[in-house]
């Protein structure tokens, strides 16, 4: 789970949004703005709202572009005041500052999982020279005396007080780092631009020598040690922005022990209560289960410095999620009869054993209120279980709602008490077979769908499921016996109908998850029912436009709001969902459209060029929709900039610039954009820091070689190159050795801690290009060569019955449109595979006003995009039916056009026209 993703999902039940836009009058007016917020501009002073942050700066001002930049701290209790003071200190002498401007966002800038480098900071104040910086950072501590604020770990902490500084950037200039992505950007001693490194621990520039006014300072940091700790930490196990937890032993005993180490003010739960408030609730929770044998046992807690420690008995085995993991059968293709009996039968007898956990907790009087996969550890035998993590655990008696949660657990505001436990065991029963429940924050009644499903796909007893049903859909309040339909659950024709009727889409045959037949359907409309899905998929898209906003048009993954222009985007923003309505056959979206030409008239500085995140994906499909003039503007915008640092990847650098320019230029018969393409293909090619240029940090197409080596191919069916398909047959050798084959023979790229089958980054996506590879030359290897025998393996990774996300380049939207386009042919290519995996995106779907749409990232909330929702899914699906759409072809990824079956592979030069992919 992606922490970060949390914090979008408060504006808005439905759709991921950035936090400041969480209405002031909502939910208690919990988005009020601070009153100094709300205050009159001074004469001479100008204000700027970017985000998170209200800047105030005199007109006359001219700051330096970078140096020593004060950061002042608060806790959620004094920020007001401390606010008044900074301000009523810097607007007589005519200093710029900026500030977070309401408790709201100052909370999730502190909240557990918030990032760990930002943290702290409340309000940033720029000097306009070292001297001046001197005097204000002294004058600051003086002024804030006594206050209280989280330690922010990126800066130097000035005397014992809220006031931090370190060195950095003061106006946003970027570049790109050695892996060529796009950074905040410092200017070195050599006035060259580099990375603005922004990490969680106090670093300064090589080239910077720190004032001696800051030496006392310096020394103080460097004072500060573990060495006289009666234990080693030997390894860190986590990080959260409220401290960290380790691994290590007693140096008295030898005794391998937990340490949970809490920071003050930082890690803010739900109720404000901070990591050391949280970590005293573990302990008194711990001690007062000692000795049930399902709990460590506290050994020790101490004080170092201002951060707190509880010491933990060590407890062997592993989190109930790596076993999942490892023994779920639906992450292959075939399962069998047996394998699905047995994995059933662990699956309950875990469940058991954690319910029985559970109970014990219970009858001490105590709510655990954190109940999840992570939290659950399985002994090595498997015998017996023990729940860790109770910093969110209360008495019983104080009957609290919860306060930190997984979002596939988390508890509606109705559920206090044991009920929290409750409600987490009853989506326990339905997540050990279809690990969906996350999807149940945007509709509760989705339970009885995934316990209808699990009962198609597991021998489980259907009182086990419906049971749980009925706990996750109960109200609390009302009278037993009455229908069961939450307050606030989606009412759309099929949704809540469905889940009160007890059961959903049940099969001839299976299983009901709680009983009753003839229920409607959950789903308005199956995904495979084309063209119905695709009218249903593209309805749900233009019932969310919002083109009064100027920072997006539909709502997509939160990738919207981490660069500039994200929304725009063709990965995340508008031009990827226009595209998709058009590719599909939906039709266009005029609004969208003139949404986008008029957000792209003069592009803000900073948006990024690349393809699925920048301005080149924008002209390219801005072209493509008919607007030749507009995308002429920004492929010039594009044209004008250095690219020598750029990555070679084709989310983001030269890969994508290329093949959008390249096909610019055909389109519209510029040369240049024909050169400036070939010139994206040189700086990919050219040997580039010991290494080939096109050696990416990452595998796969969006981020890997393989988007190079699809650049070469395009290039060389124009140009007729014979040296490009060895390029693109080098850059692809490099992923596939990024690449480790399972047990079951699927080929995967091995990320070091996971292996990963998807279309953006993992081997499907290496897959697809393979096969434009082996279209014009075939495997040296003949039939068992090595290119043919990955991509064999590769579409084996794609046959799992079951995958996390439903999303084009992270689920299995992706493995739909690499199995309806793939050339590979044998077992796991077929219309009836095809069809099993388009099948399986019901599992992930959920009705919104009554039309079919899919969740993004983390499923926590919908998404409309094409990297991760739902316009991706209608793309894929496009491309499975097969019908024609644009141009009399059918749907197709750019630049990944459908092949003609049988494909036509010469042995050398330029593919003829009538020949090539289409």
């Not at 505001?413 to 945007?442: M, N």
């Not at 009182?463 to 996750?472: G, K, M, N, P």
């Not at 037993?480 to 889940?499: D, E, Y």
């Not at 590719?583 to 005029?590: D, I, L, N, Q, W």
Request: aromatic content about 8%.
């Amino acid at each position: 789970m992606n922490k970060g993703y949390a914090v979008f999902c408060d504006a808005d039940r439905h759709f991921y949004d950035a936090p400041h836009r969480m209405s002031t009058d909502a939910q208690g007016g919990r988005g009020a703005l601070y009153a100094a917020a709300t205050l009159p501009v001074p004469d001479g002073w100008q204000r700027h709202r970017s985000a998170d942050w209200l800047a105030l700066r005199p007109v006359a001002c001219r700051l330096p572009a970078q140096g020593w930049k004060i950061h002042v701290s608060a806790t959620l209790d004094n920020a007001e005041s401390v606010l008044e003071r900074v301000m009523a200190y810097c607007l007589p002498r005519s200093i710029a500052f900026k500030f977070v401007p309401s408790r709201y966002l100052l909370h999730n800038r502190n909240a557990k999982y918030a990032d760990r480098a930002a943290s702290g900071k409340f309000i940033t104040v720029y000097p306009a020279d070292d001297e001046q910086c001197r005097t204000v950072a002294a004058d600051l501590d003086a002024v804030l005396a006594g206050s209280q604020g989280p330690y922010v770990l990126s800066d130097l902490r000035w005397g014992a007080g809220p006031v931090y500084l370190r060195y950095g950037s003061f106006t946003r200039r970027d570049c790109y780092d050695e892996n060529g992505e796009q950074q905040p950007a410092l200017e070195n001693a050599e006035g060259v631009l580099v990375p603005d490194v922004r990490g969680p621990a106090f670093r300064v520039p090589e080239w910077i020598e720190p004032p001696e006014w800051l030496r006392p300072h310096l020394d103080a940091r460097s004072a500060a040690t573990v060495a006289d700790m009666p234990y080693v930490i030997e390894e860190a196990l986590h990080f959260s922005n409220g401290g960290g937890v380790y691994a290590g032993k007693d140096r008295r005993t030898g005794a391998r022990v937990v340490l949970k180490e809490a920071r003050p003010h930082a890690g803010l739960a739900a109720d404000g209560a901070d990591a050391v408030a949280r970590l005293k609730r573990e302990q008194d929770a711990l001690e007062r289960l000692s000795g049930l044998g399902c709990t460590p046992e506290v050994l020790d807690s101490f004080v170092l410095g201002d951060h707190h420690f509880l010491v933990l008995e060590f407890v062997e085995g592993k989190p109930l999620n790596s076993f999942f993991a490892r023994r779920h059968p639906l992450i292959e293709a075939d399962q069998g009869p047996e394998r699905l009996a047995d994995y059933t039968a662990w699956a309950l007898r875990i469940h058991a054993l954690v319910t029985e956990a559970v109970a014990a907790v219970h009858e001490r009087g105590v709510v655990f209120n954190d109940l999840h996969l992570f939290n659950i550890m399985v002994s090595d035998d498997e015998s017996s279980v023990a729940l860790l993590d109770f910093e969110a655990a209360a008495p019983a008696v104080e009957n609290r709602r919860q306060t930190v949660a997984n979002p596939a657990f988390v508890a509606p505001a109705d559920r206090r008490g044991f009920d929290v436990d409750r409600y987490a065991l009853a989506c326990l029963r339905l997540s050990l077979f279809i690990p969906l429940t996350s999807l149940l924050a945007l509709d509760r009644t989705k339970a009885a769908h995934l316990a209808t499903i699990a009962a198609r796909q597991f021998p489980v007893a259907e009182s086990f499921l419906r049971e749980a049903v009925e706990e996750i859909l109960r109200d609390p309040q009302a009278p037993a016996g009455t229908a069961q339909v939450p307050t606030g659950a989606a009412q759309t024709p099929t949704g809540a109908a469905s889940a009160a009727a007890g059961t959903v889409n049940a099969a001839p045959g299976a299983a009901s998850a709680a009983g009753g037949a003839g229920a409607r359907p959950y789903l308005p409309v199956e995904p495979g029912d084309w063209p119905d899905s695709r009218d249903s998929l593209a309805g749900a898209i233009l019932a969310t436009a919002t083109p009064g906003r100027d920072d997006r048009c539909f709502p997509g993954d939160i990738a919207q709001f981490a660069t500039t222009g994200g929304g725009h985007s063709f990965g995340y923003g508008t031009a990827g969902v226009l595209y998709a309505l058009a590719e599909s056959g939906a039709g266009r979206s005029a609004a969208g459209e003139e949404w986008l030409l008029a957000r792209t008239k003069e592009p803000d500085s900073g948006t990024p060029l690349g393809f699925y995140d920048g301005l080149a994906g924008v002209a390219w499909t801005l072209d493509r929709l008919g607007h030749r003039a507009r995308a002429l503007e920004l492929a010039e915008l594009v044209l004008a900039q250095p690219w020598e640092a750029i990555g070679p990847d084709l989310h983001s650098g030269l890969a994508g610039l290329g093949l959008a320019l390249d096909a610019l230029g055909t389109a519209t018969g510029e040369s240049a954009l024909h050169d400036a393409a070939l010139r994206c293909a040189d700086l990919v090619a050219r040997p580039h820091g010991g290494a080939p240029r096109g050696k990416a940090p990452r595998a796969g197409l969006l981020y890997g070689a393989s988007g190079s080596a699809l650049l070469f191919l395009r290039l060389y069916e124009r140009t007729g190159d014979a040296a490009l398909p060895d390029l693109a047959a080098d850059a692809l050798r490099r992923d596939l050795d990024r690449c480790v084959r399972g047990a079951s023979g699927t080929l995967q790229v091995d990320e070091g801690w996971r292996t990963m089958p998807y279309l953006g980054a993992g081997s499907v996506g290496i897959g697809m290009v393979l096969d434009d590879l082996l279209a014009h030359r075939p495997d040296p290897g003949g039939p068992d060569g090595d290119f043919e025998r990955a991509r064999r393996d590769i579409v084996a990774a794609a046959q799992a019955t079951f995958y996390a996300q439903p999303g084009l380049f992270r689920g299995a939207a992706g493995m739909v449109l690499h199995l309806s386009r793939t050339t590979t042919g044998g077992p796991g290519t077929g219309p009836a595979d095809v069809r099993r995996q388009i099948d399986a995106l019901a599992w992930h779907a959920v009705p919104h006003q009554g039309r079919l749409a899919f969740p993004g990232e983390q499923m926590m909330r919908l998404s409309m995009d094409l990297a991760t929702g739902t316009a991706g899914c209608l793309l894929a699906l496009a491309a499975a039916s097969g019908s024609p759409t644009v141009d009399g072809r059918s749907a197709q990824l750019p630049f990944l056009p459908p092949f003609r079956r049988p494909t036509s592979r010469p042995l050398s030069g330029a593919v003829p026209q009538d020949d090539r992919p289409q």
